[in-house]
């Protein structure tokens, strides 16, 4: 009787890295499927049997896993269907030493083998496996050397000005690998930087753009789907007006290298666009109000003792930050008992009053007196010390110190008080257990200098101690309407006249001279004055328009009655301003 040999179901998966020659009737994935198939038809009197499906992967790296076919031959093995994989080396399945290993957990666990048909070798004894890794270890060491050379090669071409390829920029086509300009586009690339100049915005010149019809360059796709073809976003604009491929140079690594190519926008124009869009970028005031919102989320409170809520308005775009009482939310909006104030002027006043109270060497250190020994207080005092520095340094880690060490800030029209916890404190500054005094270590309990409440913030016993109010802060403030605005402002209302800001002034000023120099025959252009005052012709232009400010809004400026949203960096936003007065007085509503 002869023995019936069992069935080996074979399955041939290949691979080629890149397009290259995919297209060709006998490419590389044809060679390697004919060679796995020509070792499995000698492996016949084995039982091998060639499967009707090839996986293949035509364009995919080895160095990950995220291919169509490897995913396709995963789940037959899953499923069943294969008992040996062939391929042609072992680096055209992997060339990763970790993604070998999960593969290799997943065939062991479905009882499939494989075999390359240029390097055989078992796996299923030590041997194997040795020298399965020692194959895979070089396939590893030749992808990443290549990935190196690449990348020096691309460094080293941008250095050389070579553009090496990408998202072809409007105003450009490719020709010969090389970038040339379409004179058609290139006339609306310079029309945007220089209108750029003369708008001061990007949302006003996306608007203009999309009026008149124009659209990004369409791009048809291998697959047959195209791209492009739609109105160019802000983003979009921004990235353009910011590219210095239009001024004829490849930036890589953060440097600027002069290119093969053609400049479409001159120095001059660019370096002034440049200019005008670091100016008329979020100030500091807006980006911490960006950057830390709702950072005292639920230690607000009103004198009623409710929670002030954090809250947020849109307008043009932009979203503003509030905390706002649950009697103003819950309540009609003008509820007068209602509070709402701007959360970047609490934020910012209470992390300064917080700091400076750190940075207060008295105050500090008879605070710490009772806490630490005498031996150790010059420690704790630099402690403190540096504790107000991470504070005012507005990351993450500021943020959580913060929070620990509040224990309660109550709101009203009249002021801010701030309740410093104990607790958080002492642990801030790493000081160990809960009291170290040297006064009152054979006090009781009861009759300790601090306590902690409920809220961990410190409440004074009723030994007569006043030094419970070394935690507590006390900013006199109050809010300020302006126009649909409101402000916290430091200070009480005294109803005193409000000093005026010396950098409005020095504007207003600066600008007069400007045109007193162009009047008088002092400085002929200018391009003269930009270049004595060390600033862009551009600049220039736009400022030297508040020699002819409506004189009630000079004069408000110069007292300081004017509105107290109308700040340095808002008037030079507003800049150039429009020649009629009535319409100076609508846009920076003084």
């Not at 796995?36 to 035509?58: F, R, V």
């Not at 509040?406 to 709101?411: A, M, P, S």
Request: glycine share 8%.
């Amino acid at each position: 009787m002869v023995e019936r040999i069992p069935v080996k179901r074979c399955a041939i998966y290949v691979r080629k890295s890149s397009e290259e020659g995919l297209d060709m009737s006998y490419n590389s994935l044809a060679a390697q499927s004919d060679a796995c198939a020509a070792y499995i038809a000698s492996q016949k009197h084995e039982g091998w049997m060639q499967l009707p499906t090839i996986y293949e992967d035509g364009g995919y790296s080895g160095g990950n896993m995220d291919r169509p076919g490897v995913q396709q031959l995963l789940g037959d093995v899953a499923a069943g269907k294969i008992d040996i994989i062939v391929v042609y080396k072992i680096d055209r399945l992997t060339r990763s030493l970790t993604d070998f290993a999960k593969l290799n957990d997943i065939l062991d666990q479905n009882n499939v083998s494989f075999v390359a048909v240029t390097q055989q070798f078992n796996t299923s004894t030590s041997m194997g496996r040795l020298t399965l890794n020692v194959l895979l270890s070089f396939a590893q060491f030749e992808r990443e050397v290549a990935g190196e050379r690449i990348r020096d090669k691309v460094a080293a071409s941008k250095k050389k000005g070579i553009w090496m390829g990408g998202p072809v920029p409007l105003g450009y086509a490719v020709k010969d690998r090389k970038l040339v300009i379409v004179p058609e586009e290139a006339t609306i690339v310079r029309n945007m930087f220089t209108r750029y100049l003369g708008l001061c915005s990007v949302h006003l010149l996306q608007r203009e753009l999309q009026q008149e019809g124009v659209r990004s360059r369409r791009r048809l796709l291998q697959d047959g789907r195209s791209l492009g073809g739609v109105v160019l976003g802000r983003g979009a604009i921004s990235h353009m007006l910011k590219n210095p491929l239009y001024l004829g140079q490849i930036r890589h690594a953060g440097a600027l290298n002069p290119g093969q190519h053609e400049a479409i926008v001159d120095k001059d124009l660019f370096d002034a666009v440049q200019l005008a869009l670091a100016q008329s970028g979020p100030g500091d005031g807006a980006r911490a109000k960006r950057a830390s919102p709702a950072l005292l989320k639920g230690l607000v409170f009103d004198t009623q003792g409710h929670r002030l809520q954090p809250t947020h308005a849109v307008k043009n775009c932009i979203r503003y930050h509030y905390y706002t009482s649950a009697r103003r939310l819950r309540d009609a909006k003008d509820d007068p008992s209602g509070i709402r104030v701007p959360a970047g002027d609490l934020d910012r006043m209470v992390v300064n009053a917080i700091a400076d109270r750190l940075k207060d060497k008295s105050r500090m250190q008879e605070w710490l007196a009772p806490c630490v020994p005498l031996s150790e207080l010059p420690h704790y005092m630099v402690a403190a010390a540096s504790l107000a520095a991470t504070i005012a340094s507005n990351d993450q880690t500021a943020r959580s110190v913060i929070r620990s060490i509040i224990g309660r800030i109550t709101l009203s029209r009249t002021g801010v008080s701030i309740a410093l916890s104990d607790n958080g404190l002492r642990v801030s500054l790493g000081i160990s257990g809960t009291t170290a005094s040297n006064d009152d270590s054979a006090l009781p309990p009861s009759q300790s200098k601090w306590t902690t409440g409920q809220n961990k913030c410190l409440e004074p016993v009723t030994q007569g101690d006043s030094s419970a109010a070394l935690l507590d802060i006390m900013i006199p403030s109050h809010l300020l309407r302006c126009g649909k605005q409101v402000k916290l402002v430091l200070g009480p209302d005294n109803g005193k006249q409000p000093e005026p800001d010396p950098k409005l002034v020095d504007m207003v000023l600066q600008a007069r001279r400007w045109f007193e120099d162009l009047s008088s025959g002092s400085s002929s252009s200018l391009t003269d004055i930009g270049m004595a005052a060390g600033v862009d012709r551009t600049y220039i232009s736009r400022l030297i328009t508040l020699a002819f400010l409506a004189p009630d809004i000079v004069e408000r400026i110069v007292t300081g009655d004017h509105a107290a949203t109308l700040t340095p960096e808002r008037l030079r936003k507003a800049c150039p301003l429009p020649p009629r007065w009535e319409e100076q007085r609508v846009v920076l509503q003084s």
